[in-house]
């Protein structure tokens, strides 16, 4: 453990994540009144990614990577498992635009026809704001 590492006793920890997302669920229903009256909720910290994911030092961002691991040498979203397909923080590159890109490659891959999901003569695709999409069902 390094000097700049703070570690907590389980029940610190326990009790410290606890209070942490009552709150947040608390200060949510401010803006999503009856959220609330969820069943259950769960709140990860670095120490969680760190144990459950083995992810270097509690990061959220996916496996540590190289520069031989990002872009062009990244993980292919195909597997030699047929019907597999890989996507996320671990596999393109890390962020939400890496993410967001890996998701659109394994789409691809399994529609097996890039022309598909970006044909120019098809409908354009259209961004709302959140303000818009209120009283939409999905």
Not at 97 to 126: E, M
Request: net charge neutral; with cysteine.
């Amino acid at each position: 453990m390094g000097k700049d590492e703070i570690r907590f006793a389980p029940a610190d920890c326990d009790a410290m994540k606890e209070d942490l997302a009552w709150r947040m669920v608390r200060g949510l229903e401010k803006h999503v009144p009856g959220v609330a009256h969820i069943v259950f909720y769960s709140l990860g910290t670095p120490l969680t990614n760190e144990h459950y994911l083995n992810a270097t030092r509690g990061n959220l961002y996916g496996i540590e990577k190289s520069p031989q691991q990002v872009g062009p040498w990244a993980f292919s979203p195909r597997t030699e498992f047929e019907g597999l397909y890989l996507c996320g923080a671990s596999t393109l590159s890390h962020g939400v635009a890496g993410v967001t890109q890996s998701g659109i490659n394994a789409a691809k891959a399994v529609l097996n026809a890039a022309h598909v999901i970006f044909d120019q003569s098809g409908a354009s695709l259209t961004f709302l704001p959140s303000e818009c999409v209120r009283g939409l069902r999905v």
